[in-house]
């Protein structure tokens, strides 16, 4: 896996008020450990929890055109930025467009999605051809992965 990948930690969905602040969809439980994102293009000042997202101060941007202006706007930080993992844990960004293979070798597909329907992550992998499948992501079902690779269980292969 490369350090210097751009990982999204939040994207930006619309202006919030008059003088520059944007509400933002976030997708890391601490935003306020990152200051600076894109490349240090953008410099994360403050946040708030607001009722339909986060708002957030945006150094570089100033007023409601320049918030608006910059709606659908990834925040990235380089994936040597994030903390390390403990054993068995995993960044969703680690995993998506990983090869998937069975444990016997044959190549599956690629990772394509994370969902989480409130039992534990569950992968999708999209086969050659387009068809897809999905596995849950524990132990008995992928049991191991890497940088390089994921290897699903045979019981789970459809």
Same mark, same amino acid.
């Given at each position: ?5 751009? =990982? @999204?930690?939040? =994207?930006?969905?619309?202006?919030? &008020?008059?003088? *520059?602040?944007?509400? !933002? #969809?976030?997708? @890391? $439980?601490?935003?306020?450990?990152? #200051?600076?994102?894109?490349? *240090?293009?953008?410099?994360? #000042?403050? @946040?708030?929890? &607001?009722?339909?997202?986060? %708002?957030?101060?945006?150094? $570089?941007? @100033? ?24 054993? &068995? ?8 467009? !990983? ?8 190549? !599956?597909?690629?990772?394509? +999605?994370?969902?989480?329907? *409130? +039992? &534990?992550?569950?992968?999708?992998? $999209?086969?050659? *051809?387009? #068809? ?11 049991? $191991?992965?890497?940088? +390089?690779?994921?290897? =699903?269980?045979?019981?789970? %292969?459809?």
């Amino acid at each position: 896996m490369s350090t210097d990948r751009p =990982v @999204t930690l939040a =994207v930006i969905i619309g202006a919030h &008020g008059v003088t *520059g602040e944007v509400r !933002l #969809k976030v997708f @890391t $439980e601490d935003l306020t450990s990152y #200051k600076s994102f894109n490349n *240090g293009a953008l410099t994360l #000042k403050s @946040t708030r929890h &607001g009722s339909n997202g986060t %708002i957030a101060r945006i150094a $570089e941007v @100033t007023d409601r055109n320049a918030a608006e202006a910059m709606r659908g706007t990834e925040l990235t930080v380089p994936r040597s930025a994030l903390p390390p993992l403990a054993e &068995g844990e995993y960044y969703h960004a680690d995993l998506l467009g !990983l090869p998937a293979f069975s444990a016997g070798g044959e190549a !599956l597909g690629t990772v394509v +999605a994370i969902d989480d329907f *409130g +039992a &534990g992550d569950v992968i999708e992998i $999209e086969r050659d *051809g387009g #068809k897809r499948f999905m596995v849950p992501m524990n132990v008995d079902a992928v049991p $191991e992965w890497d940088g +390089a690779r994921l290897v =699903v269980a045979e019981d789970f %292969i459809s």
